[in-house]
């Protein structure tokens, strides 16, 4: 069974930085796509980053240039290190895997991270 377990959140000030992780279980993890994703209050879920299983990242425009998403096959972990914190960062950051030739994306529960102005 696939777990996705994110980690790192909390309350920083403007301008701070953070680092997520996203440990993963239950699949071959190399040969996943994984994302990060957030849902800010009142807000539909959106894309942070993703990274392929050959390393290939995209990048929401929001956070181009202030957040990096890497990747460590050993560990089975999906990292997204966020600088330049800003207020409207602030979300419930979500770990998505998504497993080729499956009809189905596996979730972690989320991880609540806070700018504050």
């Known amino acids: 069974q696939v777990q996705l377990v994110e980690s790192g959140g909390g309350l920083v000030q403007a301008g701070g930085s953070l680092r997520l992780s996203c440990a993963a279980s239950g699949s071959i993890f190399r040969l996943n796509a994984m994302g990060w994703y957030r849902q800010a209050p009142g807000k539909e879920r959106e894309l942070v980053a993703t990274?392929?299983?050959?390393?290939?990242?995209k990048y929401a425009d929001s956070v181009k240039g202030r957040f990096t998403i890497s990747r460590d096959n050993a560990k089975s972990t999906v990292y997204l290190q966020m600088n330049s914190l800003k207020p409207e960062d602030t979300a419930v950051y979500y770990c998505?895997?998504?497993?080729?030739?499956?009809?189905?994306?596996?979730w972690g529960k989320g991880t609540l991270v806070t700018v504050s102005s």
């Open positions: 998505n895997e998504r497993i080729p030739f499956s009809p189905v994306d596996y």
């Open positions: 990274i392929s299983n050959s390393e290939s990242t």
